[in-house]
């Protein structure tokens, strides 16, 4: 079945400690995406690769990192300049086109003690 | 650059009453417009969307949604909802400024169906 697939489900992490959240997606799609989510607060979004080897960074990219060697793959690291890193984080995919419909995973909670 | 509001955060109901959740979008020359539903701790499913044509769409479980150019709308609504349709919505909205292809979310609304 094609999809995506975000891992871990769960993270826990010390602060301080840089953690990497891995994304994977076998829908042959070019462009994907990490946002952020907090109650209340919709989804922000971090970074967005629209081809292999490029990234932008989105809105709230600061303590971020991701890269993109791999059409399947887009993992990101949340590094310890990120000042609030727990939260619940989503990726997405999609075919560059006119409407950019997105294909979530089912995402990560990351939890910083 | 465009922008999406929710313009309520809950919205408590009884089961097989009908429910709108409304969405405002800034105006644009094209516009794509989705809504997205997310169960608790899971990932964003779409429910529907609309690129052209028709400006009323439908999904397949009951609910619809009206594409208003005039007022730059695209609510959601069932005539009767179930227990099952408890979870937040999401509306977007496509944003190609700058030759980036990005959705633009709105900060969602919490359904809530009552027995």
């Known amino acids: 079945d094609g999809g995506i697939t975000q891992s871990p489900k769960y993270l826990f992490r010390k602060e301080g400690q840089n953690v990497t959240l891995s994304c994977e997606q076998n829908?042959?799609?070019?462009?994907m995406y990490w946002y952020r989510q907090d109650p209340g607060q919709g989804l922000r979004l971090i970074y967005y690769?629209?081809?292999?080897?490029?990234?932008q960074k989105g809105d709230i990219a600061e303590g971020y990192s991701v890269s993109r060697e791999k059409k399947e793959s887009f993992p990101l690291t949340v590094t310890s300049a990120q000042k609030n890193p727990t939260a619940f984080y989503l990726c997405?995919?999609?075919?560059?086109?006119?409407?950019?419909?997105?294909?979530f995973g089912p995402g990560t909670r990351l939890t910083v003690l | 650059a465009q922008s999406v509001t929710q313009l309520d955060s809950q919205v408590p109901v009884f089961e097989e009453a009908p429910v709108e959740l409304r969405c405002n979008y800034s105006s644009s020359v094209s516009v794509y417009l989705f809504w997205y539903v997310q169960y608790p701790n899971q990932g964003l499913q779409l429910l529907l969307k609309y690129l052209s044509g028709s400006t009323l769409v439908e999904s397949i479980n009951g609910f619809e949604a009206e594409f208003n150019k005039s007022q730059t709308s695209f609510h959601l609504r069932k005539p009767s909802v179930h227990i099952s349709d408890t979870a937040e919505y999401f509306c977007?909205?496509?944003?190609?400024?700058?030759?980036?292809?990005?959705?633009?979310f709105g900060q969602g609304t919490r359904l809530t169906i009552n027995p």
């Open positions: 829908l042959n799609h070019d462009a």
């Open positions: 977007a909205v496509s944003d190609l400024s700058h030759g980036a292809q990005k959705l633009v």
């Open positions: 997405a995919s999609s075919i560059p086109g006119a409407y950019n419909e997105q294909f």
């Open positions: 690769s629209q081809i292999v080897n490029d990234f």
